[in-house]
């Protein structure tokens, strides 16, 4: 089989040899061989790009300083280079941690272009100065300026979807950035290198350099890096905060959950199983937002265990290339052997398995079968700890208030859904579930409305105007009383 391999580094607008010989290879998730290989960053390669991207910001004629219609010309032909690539980059993202293919032509093919688009048009849109007549007499001019060198880091379950929610707003912002992709998806990061370098990013404003937490940790410290957007585990974030906090540089965490959908007792079950799956298992269960405590009226248990165990028995499992795939393997063993763990933590504590938990039979591969869970309360591991994988419960609930209380029972506070006939009902639920967002009766995060997370799950938010504002800083000019 003929791999993926890349000599050197986009740094700097350009391929750059890097500081070191050290390599980063890249195992298929389904056979386990080797797919590629890139040059693994270096402390050296972040002080080149941080000084790259630093040069880039603080040029006083450099993009920082275009009006947003010239940036978006430049973004414009990004999108459109992002757009050519979409097909092989869902390609790459799938050999890479497993996604099922259609699902990587969705996120990880077609919505950078659509991202990169929407924060161009928002910034060309913006108003660029917002006069306030002042209470003393003066006028305050107040602007949104770009933040500065962005350090971001990004994990390996949705790659590119998410290197956008950060590369598009801080690009359209006027930002410079340095992006850390994740050891396992580095082959997609660098299709997007190629792609921003036939788009013809000026010299500096995006430099990436994959590698491992070492090296997050070494960004997230530079002196050179204004801002740190990282999504990522909860404990990688906590270790972020820490230090962003001793620096005061401002830190967007996107983080993990443990979210809740609530059944209510008049929930069409029938009309509501592709969604439910959408909400429930979706990438191999390899998503921060996803419903893995599934909240069931007690009057109507049975029949939604039996629901539930149903749509996970009968989803195809295999190769993630294959279109009719629905369950794909996971990222790495490691990440099974994790899971394994906590299916042996749900049978040990008494919760009953009603379909899956072991290994499907295929060659090769680090796939576990779709797994539910039931007869089980909000106390157990399995409900509390977030698993990354395709591991659901099903939790019985008295009324719609206790309902509540067991969603809000949770250190995350992510997504979350409310399924019901009655939409009024369940979005009046909705707007009490204690997470940054809840879907009625479906859930997708739309680019116009802010995606983040609370508790455990993180601070700040992106997508929405509000993803833009992460990107900038206020800036206020006091004129004097006029004559
Ligand atoms: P991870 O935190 O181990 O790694 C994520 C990225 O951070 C990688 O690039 C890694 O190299 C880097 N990193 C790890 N420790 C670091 C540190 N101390 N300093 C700087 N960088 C560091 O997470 P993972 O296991 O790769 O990804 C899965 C996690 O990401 C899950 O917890 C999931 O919920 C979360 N996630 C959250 C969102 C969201 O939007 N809230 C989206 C996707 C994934």
């Not at 998410?162 to 992006?179: D, Q, R, S, Y």
């Not at 949770?410 to 009490?432: H, K, M, N, P, Q």
């Amino acid at each position: 089989m003929t791999t993926i391999d890349y000599p050197e580094l986009y740094l700097g607008g350009a391929w750059h040899r890097p500081t070191t010989a050290d390599r980063i290879e890249v195992r298929s998730p389904a056979t386990e061989e080797i797919i590629g290989s890139v040059p693994a960053g270096a402390p050296g390669d972040i002080d080149n790009a941080v000084a790259a991207a630093r040069n880039a910001f603080d040029d006083p004629t450099g993009w920082a300083t275009w009006h947003p219609k010239q940036r978006a010309e430049v973004l414009e032909r990004l999108a459109a280079e992002l757009e050519s690539r979409a097909g092989e980059t869902a390609r790459r993202v799938t050999i890479q941690n497993g996604m099922p293919i259609w699902l990587a032509e969705q996120f990880e093919g077609g919505f950078p272009s659509i991202l990169v688009r929407y924060f161009s048009d928002m910034m060309v849109n913006s108003a660029e100065v917002d006069t306030r007549p002042g209470m003393l007499g003066g006028t305050a001019l107040v602007s949104r300026k770009p933040i500065g060198v962005v350090g971001a880091i990004v994990p390996w379950n949705v790659p590119q979807a998410i290197t956008f929610l950060k590369l598009a707003p801080a690009l359209a912002a006027g930002c410079t950035v340095v992006l850390k992709p994740a050891e396992e998806t580095v082959l997609d990061a660098f299709l997007m290198a190629e792609a921003a370098l036939a788009a013809g990013l000026p010299e500096g404003v995006l430099n990436v350099v994959p590698g491992g937490r070492e090296l997050g940790a070494y960004l997230v410290e530079h002196p050179g890096i204004d801002k740190v957007s990282f999504t990522g585990s909860t404990a990688a974030g906590r270790a972020i905060a820490e230090t962003c906090g001793r620096l005061l540089r401002p830190v967007t965490l996107e983080l993990g959950g443990k979210s809740a959908a609530i059944l209510l007792d008049d929930v069409d079950l029938g009309a509501s199983m592709e969604s439910l799956f959408a909400a429930t298992l979706l990438n191999n269960g390899q998503i921060c937002w996803l419903n893995t405590r599934v909240l069931a009226p007690r009057s109507r248990y049975g029949e939604v265990v039996d629901a539930i165990t149903a749509l996970a028995s009968s989803l195809e499992i295999g190769d993630p290339l294959d279109p009719a795939t629905k369950i794909g393997p996971l990222v790495s063993s490691r990440q099974r052997d994790r899971v394994e763990g906590y299916i042996a933590k749900g049978k040990a504590e008494g919760a009953r398995l009603t379909t899956g938990g072991g290994r499907p039979a295929l060659d090769s591969g680090w796939f576990v079968e779709p797994t539910v869970f039931a007869d089980l309360d909000n106390t157990a591991t399995i409900a509390r700890e977030e698993i990354f994988g395709p591991v659901l419960s099903v939790i019985p609930f008295e009324d719609d208030e206790q309902a509540l209380a067991i969603a809000n029972d949770s250190d995350y506070g992510l997504g979350g859904t409310v399924w019901s006939s009655d939409i009024e009902r369940a979005s009046a639920l909705a707007s009490r579930v204690r997470s940054g967002t809840v879907g009625v009766n479906h859930y997708s995060n739309d680019p116009v409305a802010p995606f983040g997370g609370i508790k455990n799950s993180g601070m700040g938010r992106e997508l929405g105007p509000e993803g833009l504002h992460a990107f900038q800083q206020l800036h206020t000019v006091y004129l004097p009383p006029a004559g």
